[in-house]
Every structure is written in C-alpha cells, then in structure tokens.
C-alpha cells in the first residue's frame, strides 16, 4: 500500500516484546496531547489522550506518559503484535487554538514488529 | 456507523489547474478539518470547520480554501497547483472540535501534480 514519510526513525522490536516510542513535543503550554497509529494506505487512527494536568493515562496494552518538565511523551505497548506494525504520531493542541481542534503532529516513528 | 468518507481518493491534476476535495464526516459529527501530508513537511493542519464556520487555519497560502456546508460535510479547493501540492490531503471529523474530541480520520485523498 501507499505510504507517507518515506525517512522516519524506525524502531525494530520483537513479537511479544514491550515497545516505548518517544516523542519530543514543541509548545509548553500545549494542553492536550494524542498518539496515533497509521499503517499504510490508512488515514491516522486515534490510539490514546492525555491531557497536561495528567501524566500516565493507561489504554488496552498502551499507555502513555507525559513529562511537562522536559515537554518529552512516550507511547508505551505491552506485549508488541504484527498488527501493531505501523507508523506512531504524537500530536499535540497548541493554547493558541480558541480552545478548538489545530492539532500539530510530529514527524513519526516507524514500529517494525519481528515475528 | 460509517466513517469520514473522502473522494476521490486518488487524482492527477496538471500545474496550474484546480482541485476540489470532499469529504463526509461521521454522522453526527459538526467539526471537520483538514491536513496535508507529505514526506518532507509530515502532517500539517490547513483548516477546521463548525456549523460552516472557519475557527482555525494553519499556515498555508490563500491558495488553499475551503468550506462547510450546513451537513457538515465539507470540501477543500486548491487552486493554482504546484508540483508541490502532491500530498495525501486527509480529513477528520469530531462532534463539536473542542479540544478533547476524538478526532477520527478518514482514508485521504492522494492528489499527484504533474
């Protein structure tokens, strides 16, 4: 299928393994923070929310972490799938958005699971 | 529920011509936006629409337009291609694009300018 973003960092990790992708955020007053999951061909599928009055949200096999100090995010998956292959995106809502959606991503990272 | 529905999903347009992109979003949903994506820029957010109304824009020229109709569904319109504007234009949906709405994206429109 077709693909985005042909020059991402790639993070390689064995079936079954943990995997952490980490994510470095631009605006410290951002309030709102998401990851996304994208596989080829596909628009970005929505996987977890933070808000910045938080800083762990747990999911089904995810969870996410959230350090204002040094504006840094990590998606955490427990027990890493084929079907988690795909690219990850942290995005964040900048305070100069009304309080509306204007969603800034990040340039991504590449998810290789090994059978 | 059907998702964001975007058409066409794939066209080739010529330099200097125009592009008009749909898209439907999640019945219910009353915020769309739209976001360019690209190899070398990633994803970048053009513009968000409530109740036909543009709330915010992202840093694009006035080339890129577009509107919302009382539906919600909503297009994007390119005028004056450049080769540069080749992307997958995306569009998502959420119910009022507060922030803290899911937003949910639909599969893209790949547009290819020769």
């Known amino acids: 299928g077709e693909s985005v973003g042909l020059h991402l960092p790639t993070l390689s990790v064995q079936e079954g393994d943990n995997s952490i992708i980490n994510c470095a955020y631009s605006n410290s007053a951002s309030d709102y923070f998401i990851w996304y999951k994208q596989e080829s061909g596909k628009g970005p599928q929505f996987i977890i929310d933070i808000r910045s009055n938080m800083d762990k949200r747990q999911g089904q096999r995810v969870t996410v972490l959230l350090n204002k100090t040094v504006k840094h995010l990590s998606l955490q998956i427990a027990a890493t799938q084929p079907g988690d292959s795909a690219v990850y995106f942290c995005?964040?809502?900048?305070?100069?958005?009304?309080?509306?959606?204007?969603?800034?991503f990040g340039t991504g990272t590449k998810l290789q699971v090994i059978p | 529920k059907a998702g964001v529905t975007q058409t066409p999903r794939y066209l080739i347009k010529t330099r200097g011509q125009q592009v008009t992109l749909s898209c439907s979003p999640i019945?219910?949903?009353?915020?769309v936006s739209w976001y360019q994506q690209t190899p070398g820029q990633g994803l970048q957010f053009l513009f968000e629409y409530f109740s036909e109304t543009q709330r915010n824009k992202g840093n694009f020229p006035g080339r890129f337009s577009g509107r919302q109709f009382s539906n919600s569904r909503s297009e994007m319109n390119v005028s004056t291609l450049e080769l540069g504007d080749s992307a997958l234009y995306l569009c998502a949906s959420s119910p009022t694009g507060a922030t803290g709405n899911t937003i949910y994206f639909g599969e893209g429109s790949w547009l290819t300018v020769v």
């Open positions: 995005a964040e809502n900048p305070p100069n958005s009304g309080g509306y959606q204007k969603v800034t």
């Open positions: 019945s219910g949903h009353r915020s």
